[in-house]
Nanobody
Framework: VQLVESGGGLVQAGGPLRLSCAASGRTFSTYAMGWFRQAPGKEREFVAAISRSGGVTNYADSVKGRFTITRDNAKNTGKLQMNSLNPEDTAVYYC????????????????WGQGTQVTVSS
């Protein structure tokens, strides 16, 4: 599975942004999908995850209620809708795919995209 993120950019605090993750291959639906982020000088952290079918989602406490993760298996895409952004959300955002299933742990993911930069100005 190859993953390509898009949709990052510069946004003012309080604004929205939507990230997309395009997956190659016919087996996308057999992978859970997750979004992680990494800010300068910090470790990569979990943001959100969604099950293979899309029926179960999980969020980091820091984004719960502001971010929404979705997927469309027919189109081999995943999305992360981010609302009410604040400067602390500034990071490179990565999508990832896990054969084992949805997880909050980066080590559980088998494939990663190259990342897309999100910068939130105050």
């Amino acid at each position: 599975v190859q993953l390509v993120e898009s949709g990052g950019g510069l946004v003012q605090a309080g604004g929205p942004l939507r990230l997309s993750c395009a997956a190659s291959g016919r087996t996308f639906s057999t992978y859970a999908m997750g979004w992680f982020r990494q800010a300068p000088g910090k470790e990569r952290e979990f943001v959100a995850a969604i099950s293979r079918s899309g029926g179960v989602t999980n969020y980091a406490d820091s984004v719960k209620g502001r971010f929404t993760i979705t997927r469309d298996n027919a189109k081999n895409t995943g999305k992360l809708q981010m609302n009410s952004l604040n400067p602390e959300d500034t990071a490179v955002y990565y999508c990832a795919a896990a054969k084992r299933g949805s997880s909050r742990y980066a080590t559980e993911y088998d494939y990663w995209g190259q990342g897309t930069q999100v910068t939130v100005s105050s």
